[in-house]
């Protein structure tokens, strides 16, 4: 249909799930397991001409894969009227891998050669093994406990090609094991009808170093000014891992062995408070406002100065290997949420939300900068209509509008990106420009059929429907036409895409 969706690639992929209950005496037992697999093969040695490319690199081809596992058996008990524990027992299975080979092309876009780039794999196991317990004291006070303990298994293979001495290097050669240990304890006092407290102490340990430790005091509030108001408040400790890979980074030394060089690095931790109210005026309409602050310290940072920080873990699809870390980094996030809210009656819904905040980090060079996740602000309005027709059918109508600010990010270092054959950025720039403001505007249409034992839906979806080119960030893409061209351009996020579907539910 001549729509571009942003690459030519196609994803394959499967998944299953299953859940079985077994009722027994005074209890219930359940076998759990969800799994799947995918892949995806972009091959840009196959374009015959220069081409859009969102989901990869254009002068490469790139092959994935990803599969995962999950099953159990857990076992719920009543162990007297005031008294329930849950036990579970789970083995989970996730497995990356990827090959990369280069695409060299010449002035005419002729294939010149194809030379392998990298490779990786990464395989984690975990056995968990799970119990909690809730106790109800009288009707002021109760409370729940448990404990998780887990056993991390590890398998990381990771090598690339030196562009200078065109030999293999290995970035991961790692397997190992570690166990991770949660306990808590959480009480809950009812000191009115009106009036809740909640008090609680949560505590882990990761053994893949002496650094990964923490105790977290945690605390609550809830007040019910009528049936239709109430103001929350709470306050805490967290706590989080890094992922896995980082601590497997390994860095070539000068007698040519290996060094794991960040495997000492601790948790993130953050102290959280926020305060909401909410405001029912029916009962099918309500109002919610929340404000919070987020201060984050012992954030990984690298040792030698640089604006690099974990803070902004997650804010795009690739992979980063830093130098040596150290948790003395910290950031902040602040700021006030508004939800007004309409639940479905009288054939209609609607939700509108909106989010002013600011997010900041300071790395190991001491300046505090924006995170790439600082768009200032945030907007959703989206509604829902449905009409009935005879025999029990539907047919609904739908649209969303979303707003939000424009992602951030940092100058390229055009020469060191022409050596590297990947974008280098400005490390004193960080974060220092402003892409433009994120807009787009669904629509839905769905006629639904229900039966007695089977529901079939048609529907069209047409996504960003006046076809905005909001952009996504920077990428490397030479023209291996024109050299003297810069590899850095805008990459854009789907224009317009309509989707037609039939599911069947039964």
């Known amino acids: 249909m001549n729509i571009s969706i942003g690459t030519q690639a196609v994803p394959n992929y499967q998944d299953g799930g299953f859940k079985l209950n077994f ?62 524990g849950k036990a579970t027992l789970a083995y989970s299975w996730q497995e990356n891998h990827a090959d990369h080979e280069l695409v060299y ?50 398998d990381h293979l990771d090598s690339n090609l030196n562009l200078f001495t065109y030999e293999f290097e290995n970035r991961y050669d790692f ?28 505590g882990q340990i990761f053994t893949i170093n002496n650094n990964s430790k923490s105790i977290e005091p945690r605390a609550g509030m809830k007040y019910n000014f009528s049936e239709r108001s109430s103001l929350s408040a709470g306050i805490g400790l967290h706590s989080q891992m890094l992922p896995g890979y980082q601590y497997t980074f390994q860095q070539l030394q000068s007698d040519g062995s290996y060094a794991l060089i960040n495997k000492e690095v601790g948790f993130i931790r953050s ?48 992979r980063f290997f830093p130098g040596s870390l150290e948790n003395t980094g910290t950031g902040k996030n602040y700021g006030l949420e508004l939800t007004l809210e309409k639940f479905f009656s009288n054939q209609f819904f609607f939700l509108i939300t909106g989010s002013l905040y600011d997010s900041r980090y300071s ?11 600082n768009g200032t602000f ?7 209509y449905e009409i009935n027709i005879k025999d029990k059918n539907t047919l609904q109508f739908g649209g969303k509008i979303t707003y939000a600010g424009g992602n951030l990010a940092t100058p390229v270092d055009i020469a060191s ?15 220092t420009i402003k892409l433009k403001d994120y807009f787009r505007f669904d629509l839905k249409a769905a006629y639904r059929i229900n039966t007695n034992k089977v529901t079939h839906e048609i529907a069209l979806d047409l996504v960003n429907v006046f076809g ?38 039964f």
């Open 23 to 84: 009722p027994v005496k005074k209890g219930n037992v359940s076998l759990f397991g969800i799994g799947g697999i995918s892949n995806i093969e972009i091959l840009v040695s196959e374009y015959s001409k220069e081409d859009i490319e969102l989901y990869g690199d254009s002068d490469r081809d790139q092959y994935f894969g990803t599969s995962m596992a999950v099953t159990g058996i857990s076992y719920g008990h009543q162990i007297n009227n005031d008294t329930y």
């Open 105 to 154: 092309r010449d002035t005419t876009f002729e294939i010149d050669s194809i030379v392998s780039n990298l490779g990786y794999y990464y395989r984690d196991q975990k056995v968990s093994a799970i119990y909690n317990l809730n106790h109800k004291i009288n009707n002021q006070h109760s409370f729940k406990t448990g404990i998780n303990v887990e056993k991390y298994f590890y």
């Open 175 to 202: 397997k190992d094991d570690a166990n991770f240990l949660q306990a808590y304890f959480q009480w809950k006092y009812k000191a009115t009808d009106d009036l809740i407290f909640n008090a609680g102490l949560h």
């Open 271 to 318: 102290f959280h408070t926020v305060l909401g109210y909410d405001q029912s005026f029916t009962s099918n309409f309500r109002m919610k406002i929340e404000t919070y602050y987020q201060y984050l310290f012992n954030v990984p940072v690298e040792i030698h100065p640089s604006a690099f920080s974990l803070a902004n873990e997650g804010s795009g699809f690739s």
């Open 363 to 373: 790395g190991s060079d001491g300046i505090e900068r924006k995170t790439d996740f």
């Open 378 to 384: 945030a907007s959703n309005a989206l509604i829902g």
């Open 417 to 431: 990106t022409n050596l590297a054959k990947e974008l280098i950025f400005i490390d004193s720039l960080t974060n």
């Open 468 to 505: 905005i080119k909001n952009v996504l960030g920077f990428t490397y893409a030479p023209d291996p036409t024109d050299p003297t061209v810069s590899p850095v351009k805008e990459e854009y996020q789907l224009g317009f895409l309509p989707l037609f579907y039939y599911k069947i539910d």
